[in-house]
């Protein structure tokens, strides 16, 4: 137990320092974001956290800031940042995405297409499990884009279970209450993702990022703990996430949208914050670069193509499933074989 303890306090030092030796001469300004818009985003999370008082009625007016903050150009030396929400640390970051809103929401919220295709990066699997009170599946919000005459809220619980990160290779799995709004003032169409998670996830699992982060080949022991040096058995857990998307179409006819993400997280291992702004600025990072890259890609144009191909794997038996996912696997380890990712043995962990 001793040596438990020692070595989290090395690995707490040590973590706590390298952040900061890292970016000694290169830390962007940090700004803090203004009292009332800090005030909007509550209003905002309060759609999907219920400790707060959910309002009657959505009012777009109150959230003009936020979007007018959101379409504003900003300095890329200058780095925002929201306030803590009951100690939990925050980050924020926006991107440009050369497609239509109508496109994201056919592609990225689409029901017949699940979440890890335009979030490999971060997400392993996301499931509605009710929405406004009902098990169903999300609506296709692309076709209430036509008649958009009064905001349309939809309220739920989504399961989530995310890739490993970066720091840890930990991997968690929880339950959000998530709400999405879309409505249209003054010919601008305003799409809004809310998140809040529901109590504290389940333990986090050892997972495995198999050569560079950005090949999205990730391995999922299922065993409890990191794969940080010395901390290894630890128990860790996401206590709080909190998150609200922003998407806002510049110009209704110029397929281009904003998108700018407010993300709130505290995790860490008996019930001490290991969580960094500067950590989740980077998980930020690494969603928006792939999510981008996708949202783009000319290959991904036909949507109902897609549907179809999905719809198809979702129909194939298990056993041919199974053959498959042996057949990827085996692909793997030859494709990693010899790199200091041992990725064979790896790989026979798992299986």
């Given at each position: 137990?001793?040596?438990?303890?020692?070595?989290?306090i090395y690995c707490l030092v040590f973590w706590m320092a390298l952040p900061a030796f890292c970016m000694a001469d290169s830390s962007p300004q940090i700004v803090l974001l203004s009292k009332e818009l800090n005030e909007s985003l509550i209003y905002l999370l309060s759609y999907a956290d219920h400790s707060w008082q959910t309002p009657v009625d959505f009012n777009p007016h109150r959230i003009e800031n936020v979007v007018d903050f959101v379409l504003a150009p900003k300095a890329d030396t200058v780095r925002y940042q929201p306030d803590k929400i009951r100690g939990t640390p925050s980050a924020f970051i926006e991107a440009k995405i050369s497609v239509s809103l109508r496109h994201i929401l056919n592609l990225a919220y689409n029901p017949h297409v699940p979440s890890v295709l335009t979030s490999p990066s971060s997400i392993r699997m996301a499931q509605w499990?009710?929405?406004?009170?009902?098990?169903?599946?999300?609506?296709?919000?692309?076709?209430?884009?036509?008649?958009?005459?009064?905001?349309?809220i939809l309220s739920g619980i989504e399961y989530m279970e995310n890739t490993p990160d970066t720091f840890s290779g930990a991997y968690y799995d929880y339950e959000?209450?998530?709400?999405?709004?879309?409505?249209?003032?003054?010919?601008?169409?305003?799409?809004?993702?809310?998140?809040?998670?529901?109590?504290?996830?389940?333990?986090g699992k050892k997972g495995?990022?198999?050569g560079a982060d950005q090949?999205?080949?990730?391995?999922?022991?299922?065993?409890?703990?990191t794969n940080l040096t010395g901390l290894n058995w630890a128990k860790t857990y996401m206590y709080d996430s909190f998150s609200v998307t922003v998407y806002c179409e510049t110009d209704?006819?110029?397929?281009?949208?904003?998108i700018a993400l407010f993300k709130w997280v505290r995790a860490g291992w008996?019930?001490?914050?290991?969580?960094?702004?500067?950590?989740?600025?980077?998980?930020?990072e690494r969603f928006i670069q792939s999510y981008k890259q996708i949202l783009e890609s000319p290959n991904l144009t036909d949507v109902a193509a897609l549907e179809r191909?999905?719809?198809?794997?979702?129909?194939?038996?298990?056993?041919?499933?199974?053959q498959m996912t042996r057949a990827y696997f085996k692909n793997l380890a030859f494709h990693y074989a010899g790199t200091s990712d041992s990725a064979s043995q790896r790989i026979d962990s798992v299986l």
């Open positions: 137990m001793l040596k438990n303890i020692s070595s989290l499990r009710q929405i406004n009170g009902r098990p169903q599946p999300l609506p296709e919000l692309k076709n209430m884009l036509d008649n958009l005459q009064t905001p349309v959000l209450d998530r709400t999405i709004i879309l409505y249209r003032q003054a010919d601008r169409t305003t799409f809004i993702s809310i998140a809040a998670q529901k109590g504290i996830s389940n333990v495995i990022i198999l090949n999205w080949d990730f391995l999922y022991t299922g065993q409890p703990g209704a006819k110029d397929p281009m949208v904003k008996a019930d001490i914050n290991l969580v960094r702004t500067d950590n989740i600025y980077s998980g930020l191909t999905c719809g198809h794997i979702e129909q194939l038996p298990t056993d041919r499933l199974r």
